[in-house]
Nanobody
Framework: QVQLVESGGGLVQAGGSLRLSCAAS?????????MGWFRQAPGKEREVVAG????????YYPDHVKGRFTISRNNAENTVYLQMNSLKPEDTAVYYC??????????????????WGQGTQVTVSS
């Protein structure tokens, strides 16, 4: 079992930056889990915005956040981060941290992640 707790959300103006954190706990080896960040806006499906392999050597970003968002992890501190720059109003959503055991490839769909945090709200004003 993995428990995930996100933090760092808030209100920011367009063009600004935020850094989200996700702290993992539980009887698990954090360094054996792939981690992902997803978001869900009202009325929309939950979508991936970043993924990272257990070692951090492989990352994934969809095109609409590539170059603006950066995922990283600190396995010694059981934490994964999402640095978000050049934020746009359309980035407004609840952001979720997710984890799943590493099976050799980086999942990009929400169905591929078994463990989820409670989410943190990010609001970007225009």
């Amino acid at each position: 079992q993995v428990q995930l707790v996100e933090s760092g959300g808030g209100l920011v103006q367009a063009g600004g930056s935020l850094r989200l954190s996700c702290a993992a706990s539980g009887r698990t080896v954090f360094g054996s889990y792939a981690m992902g960040w997803f978001r869900q806006a009202p009325g929309k499906e939950r979508e991936v915005v970043a993924g990272i392999s257990p070692s951090g050597g492989t990352t994934y970003y969809p095109d609409h956040v590539k170059g603006r968002f950066t995922i990283s992890r600190n396995n010694a501190e059981n934490t994964v981060y999402l640095q978000m720059n050049s934020l746009k109003p359309e980035d407004t959503a609840v952001y979720y941290c997710a984890a799943d055991r590493w099976l050799g490839s980086l999942g990009t769909n929400k169905e591929e992640y078994a463990y989820w945090g409670q989410g943190t709200q990010v609001t970007v004003s225009s």
